[in-house]
């Protein structure tokens, strides 16, 4: 319940600040040495080469068992080492899905074969997954999806197509929801999920390119795409459990509260030299936001820890984190005005992290469930709905 919302003791210990401080200085190596450069995109930066130096370091896969690959390390940890490379700016985005859900979503339901097959490459930074959900027409409401997978001998057939799908243009994997049988009272029932190699005949993808003038969603179609028994995740039928399940890693991580806070340190410089209240109060007000994200975010890592499955307090976090990195940019905004920029360079720093988490902020309402089905999980957890 959100009502009984749990905040486990998690101080910071010696070992978990060397952790940090080792994070912290493998970032200055790989600046100083020109390899890694902070820029407005935050952690959007797909760097294949630099997930593969992360993978050296073992910060894949981090609390996964050794046998796929892992490093048998604490959620805490994994934690701490997500927000040095977040909060950096660091170019994660190649590995992060795989990472972050697709490698937990195969531990927990996939089958041996499924985790000796992807783990091991996932954790090595050399296999990369994006995710089959959405769908146009649908919105946030996955139990329409019209994605199907008929079975035949040997496997299933797949055709549909799914949308905003991120990175799937650059990625090996995506992990499929599809209808599999009827939908039942609930509409949760008869879902499956199918792991599908992106490079297999029938699969088309189709650049779908943002506000920003970039493409990093896309959609995709698959036209009788054949999927062997094998490439089915979990049960058949018990898609919808599954994907909550995966819903908790990708809802409650400090990339959902970390998108613009490339654009603060320089707010922060911005008026450090202004003798007004409101602009100490306004700062003041997303350093305290940011603080208290990081705390019940580092909260949920301890329930995961202890082997629970918070999905409410997940949505939660979410839910808070959306408004704190759409805060940033409309509080930048405020407090130094362009009336005040007239003849501002459009190299500053300052200009080219507003300009680009302005344009950017609408889809962080959106990604991992809107604002309107999160706090209807939460309402449902206080049955008020």
Not at 49 to 71: N, Q
Not at 276 to 289: I, P, Y
Not at 323 to 341: C, K, M
Request: one cysteine or more.
């Amino acid at each position: 319940m959100v009502g009984d919302f749990r905040l486990p003791p998690l101080k910071e210990g010696p070992e978990l600040m060397a952790l940090r401080m080792e994070v912290r200085q493998f970032l200055k190596e790989e600046g100083d040495a020109g390899r890694f450069k902070p820029s407005s995109l935050g952690w959007a930066g797909f760097d294949p080469a630099f997930s593969k130096r992360l993978a050296v370091k073992g910060w894949i896969g981090m609390t996964w068992p050794k046998a796929y690959g892992g490093h048998e390390r604490t959620p805490i940890e994994r934690h701490v080492v997500t927000e040095e490379l977040l909060s950096a700016g660091a170019p994660v985005r190649a590995h992060w899905v795989a990472d972050r859900q697709s490698g937990p979503l195969l531990l927990k339901f996939g089958t041996e074969a499924q985790r000796q097959r992807y783990l091991p490459e996932i954790a090595k930074g050399e296999r990369y997954f994006c995710i089959g959900m959405s769908e146009a027409d649908s919105g946030s409401d996955l139990a329409s999806i019209r994605t199907k997978a008929t079975q035949e001998d040997g496997g299933w057939r797949i055709n549909g197509a799914k949308i905003w799908t991120s990175n799937a243009h650059r990625v090996h994997t995506v992990i499929v929801f599809a209808r599999t049988g009827p939908a039942g009272e609930s509409r949760h029932e008869g879902v499956s999920q199918f792991l599908v190699d992106l490079d297999q005949p029938g699969i088309s993808v189709r650049p779908i390119v943002n506000m920003a003038g970039e493409h990093d969603f896309n959609e995709v179609v698959f036209d009788n795409v054949f999927v062997s028994d094998a490439q089915v995740v979990g049960r058949i039928g018990n898609g919808w459990n599954q994907v909550t399940s995966e819903l908790v890693y990708e809802r409650s991580g400090p990339d959902r509260w970390l998108s613009t806070y490339q654009l603060l340190p320089h707010l922060v410089d911005k008026t450090s030299d202004m003798d007004s209240d409101v602009a100490r109060q306004g700062v003041g007000r997303l350093v305290a936001h940011l603080w208290t994200m990081h705390h019940m975010s580092l909260s949920i890592a301890g329930l995961v820890a202890q082997g629970e499955h918070p999905q409410t307090e997940a949505a939660l976090v979410k839910e808070l984190g959306t408004q704190l990195e759409r805060e940033i940019p409309d509080t930048a905004r405020q407090l130094v005005p362009e009336s005040v920029r007239l003849d501002f360079d459009q190299n500053d720093p300052f200009e080219q992290a507003l300009r680009y988490t302005t344009l950017y902020a609408p889809a962080l309402t959106i990604r991992g469930g809107t604002v309107e089905i999160l706090r209807g999980i939460i309402a449902k957890s206080l049955g008020m709905r």
